[in-house]
């Protein structure tokens, strides 16, 4: 897709003239093959991570070593929403300033000798059982599922198409394969809430009409995906070919 074709789509969403190059630059495929995947050897770092996570929980967390698409990783279960809060102030901000954490749940930590994922059970997004018309102790169970499936996606990305980013994007992707594990299907309208209850954090370094063309653009390329998993494509295609499927397909040709 030219620079041209993209300004045309952006114009056609909406876009002013002065967030043209903002956008151009945020909807910019960011996907490409990694040359360098990263080693599965998680020692001795991680041995040194999970104590220190272990010291920092008031009440003991689970542990899982989790053989995703993307290879193994140490995904971290805190026992309870207090305890997943002191690992993100202490292990991931490092007691620096936090931006809001209501509803963030998951981190994936990554860096050259130690990746890892902490999840926790809280409702995906924020968002409340009863609004999806699920009870509490179903929609934690579907939460704690799209949020590993969601960071696990994640992983891949960063492994093996070099990047993971506050994005539409890289949401697209990573809600996709949490939806369809949780729920067998892919719903827009359901990635659409869970977008838009987190937008301050992938669109915050836009303008105010700037992060409405995201948003526009979300209520495109969700229903185009939706489109895509039901095509006899993507019945053939399995969990890694599609997240590279979705990788490859630039944003703006939802439009």
Known sequence: MTDEKRIAALYELGAAEADIADLLGYVRNAFKQSPDPWDDDTSPAWD????????????????????SAAG??????????ADFHTLLREIVYKNKEMPPTENMGAQFLHGKTLRFIILSDKPYSGI???????????????S?????????SHYYTKRYLGSARNNLHDELIADFCGLF????????AHFIRFFTARAVIYTGDLSAAAAQVVSRLAQL??????????????IRLSEVERIECLAARELLTYV
């Open 181 to 188: 594990a949780a729920f067998g299907q892919y719903e827009p």
């Open 128 to 142: 409340p059982a009863a609004s999806l018309g699920l009870d509490e102790a179903l929609w934690r169970e579907k």
């Open 72 to 81: 193994l990783i140490p995904i971290v279960y805190p026992a309870d929403v």
């Open 48 to 67: 040194n991570m999970w104590e220190k996570i272990q010291g920092l929980c008031v009440r003991k967390p689970q542990l899982e070593m989790y053989e």
């Open 144 to 152: 704690l599922l799209i949020r590993k499936m969601h960071e696990c």
């Open 221 to 234: 390329a969700a229903s185009g995906v939706e489109a895509w998993s039901k095509s006899d494509e993507f």
